[in-house]
C-alpha cells in the first residue's frame, strides 16, 4: 500500500509529491501506534491478534470451538498432517494459536522418546558457524571461533578443494567441520568467467 502511496505523485505529474508522503506518514503512524498498543494493552492485543483457541481438550474434539473458528474437521485434520499427526486418538491437546498454526501436544505413551526419558544426558552442540557460502570466505565468523583464514584452508584441503570451490563450509562448537564442493559445472562456469575477465583485462591493457 505504502509503495502504491509513493507511486502515485511519481507517475502523475499533476499530483504535488506532499500529496503522496502525507498519507504514508499517517500510514506508518498509525502502524507504530498499533504496535505500540499491541504491546502495552492484553485486551486491544486480544481484539486485533485474537487469543489462542484449544481445539482438542483432553483428547474430545471441542466443536463449539471448531464452529467459532470457522474450521471444519477436514481442516483440522490437515493441519495434524502437516505436524505428522495422523490419528486424532494420538493426540492430548491441540491448540490454535493466533497466527494460524496449531501447536500439537501428544498423549504422554505417543510422544517422541528423548533421552531424558532413558536418563541419558544429551549434549549441546552448539550453533554451527557458516565459513565459507558460495566460494565466499566468511571472515567475521572466522574472528568468532579465533581462527584465520589460513586455518580455514588447510581444513578444505582435507576435502581435496579449495575455498572458491567450496559451496558451503561450516563449523560447530564441538570443532565437527562441514565441507561440500560445488558441483563441476558451477565451477567451470566460474573458472569460464575468471577466464572472460582475464582476456578483456589483458585486451583494454593492451589498446590503452
Same mark, same amino acid.
Given at each position: #500500500?505504502?509503495?502504491?502511496?509513493?507511486?502515485?505523485?511519481?507517475? %502523475?505529474?499533476? !499530483?504535488?509529491?506532499f500529496d503522496g508522503i502525507i498519507p504514508i506518514f499517517g500510514l506508518l503512524t498509525m502502524h507504530l501506534l498499533i504496535a505500540f498498543l499491541n504491546m502495552k494493552s492484553m485486551k486491544f492485543r486480544r481484539i486485533v491478534c485474537g487469543?489462542?483457541?484449544i481445539l482438542i481438550d483432553k483428547g474430545k474434539i471441542d466443536e463449539v470451538a471448531l464452529k467459532r473458528e470457522? #474450521?471444519?474437521?477436514?481442516?483440522?485434520?490437515?493441519?495434524?498432517? %502437516?505436524?505428522? !499427526?495422523?490419528?486424532?486418538e494420538d493426540v492430548?491437546?491441540?491448540?490454535?494459536?493466533?497466527n494460524g498454526e496449531i501447536s500439537v501436544i501428544m498423549k504422554p505413551d505417543?510422544?517422541?522418546?528423548?533421552?531424558?526419558d532413558f536418563g541419558i544426558e544429551a549434549e549441546f552442540g552448539g550453533i554451527p558457524?557458516?565459513?565459507i557460502l558460495d566460494g565466499k570466505i566468511m571472515?567475521?565468523?572466522?574472528?568468532?571461533i579465533d581462527k584465520d583464514e589460513k586455518w580455514l584452508i588447510k581444513q578444505v584441503k582435507?576435502?581435496?578443494?579449495k575455498p572458491e570451490e567450496v559451496l558451503i563450509a561450516t563449523i560447530n562448537e564441538k570443532g565437527s567441520f562441514f565441507c561440500q564442493k560445488k558441483t563441476t559445472w558451477f565451477i567451470i562456469v566460474l573458472l569460464l568467467n575468471k577466464t572472460i575477465l582475464l582476456v578483456c583485462f589483458v585486451k583494454n591493457t593492451i589498446l590503452n
Open positions: #500500500m505504502i509503495a502504491n502511496l509513493a507511486t502515485i505523485p511519481m507517475s %502523475e505529474t499533476g !499530483v504535488p509529491i487469543k489462542p483457541e470457522r #474450521m471444519d474437521l477436514t481442516e483440522l485434520e490437515e493441519k495434524l498432517r %502437516e505436524k505428522n !499427526v495422523f490419528n486424532f492430548d491437546y491441540v491448540i490454535l494459536e493466533t505417543k510422544r517422541p522418546a528423548v533421552p531424558a558457524y557458516d565459513l571472515y567475521d565468523n572466522l574472528k568468532k582435507k576435502f581435496k578443494t
